[in-house]
């Protein structure tokens, strides 16, 4: 996650890549916008844009659950389905911006399946907020039924950052319910819609027709290969 940036300095990770990145001394940034985000920061020695090793995982992983429907039970699945994750503090600690997600859903047309993380759970209990039948709250999965449901779902609602990335992978718009992104090269391509959730509602951004295919997928993360890169160049300045 080298030049990263979310600009939010109250995130954990936004906190750990700053300081990370100011004590390195090879950098393998994923995108343009990371490498332009560290020479802002003075940073240029050892900087090298090799694309991104997360979409070399998710193409190789790909290969593998799509050939394979026993790694989900595909009854469970509603057709044509929208996937949504939510787990961020920032959202479920936040009574208000808790619900106004849970609300938000609640009255969409959506039918959803959503992998409930149990931070989540038990705030949701806490603050007695349930989802509608239409929401299908299922239990956590792990990386490979993750890959699945990205590639099985047409659209993705998430707080997370790797999931946005890898809805953009998988070629599915994303809605982003956070006030800021590090991935703004998937907004800037249309791919991605970040929505602040503090006046969220069913309105705007969840509703049915906000369903969107960009008509170009340009390649932001490299061709699958950063990892082969990354190994190059370790190599040739061992």
Not at 5 to 29: A, W
Not at 141 to 148: F, T
Not at 196 to 208: H, I, K, M, P, R
Request: hydrophobic share 35%; aromatic share 8%.
């Amino acid at each position: 996650e080298a030049g990263l940036r979310s600009f939010n300095r109250r995130m954990p990770e936004e906190q750990n890549r700053v300081l990370t990145d100011h004590i390195s001394t090879k950098l393998f940034c994923p995108t343009d916008t990371a490498v332009k985000n560290l020479k802002r920061e003075g940073i240029e020695a050892g900087v090298h844009k090799t694309g991104d090793v997360m979409y070399d995982a998710f193409l190789y992983y790909s290969k593998k659950v799509m050939g394979d429907d026993s790694c989900f039970n595909t009854s469970d699945l509603p057709e044509d389905f929208v996937l949504v994750t939510l787990h961020r503090a920032e959202n479920t600690d936040d009574k208000q911006r808790l619900s106004n997600i849970v609300n938000a859903l609640n009255q969409s047309d959506i039918q959803a399946v959503l992998p409930l993380h149990p931070r989540t759970r038990k705030r949701l209990i806490e603050f007695g907020l349930e989802f509608k039948d239409h929401i299908k709250v299922i239990e956590p999965v792990g990386y490979l039924q993750m890959i699945y449901l990205e590639n099985k779902c047409r659209l993705v609602i998430t707080d997370s950052g790797g999931v946005q990335k890898e809805a953009y992978f998988a070629k599915k718009p994303c809605i982003t319910l956070r006030d800021e992104t590090e991935w703004v090269e998937t907004v800037e391509a249309g791919w991605n819609r970040c929505v602040g959730v503090n006046g969220l509602s069913s309105s705007n951004a969840l509703v049915e027709d906000s369903v969107f295919t960009p008509s170009s997928y340009p390649a932001l993360y490299g061709y699958g290969k950063a990892g082969a890169e990354i190994l190059s160049l370790l190599l040739a300045n061992h």
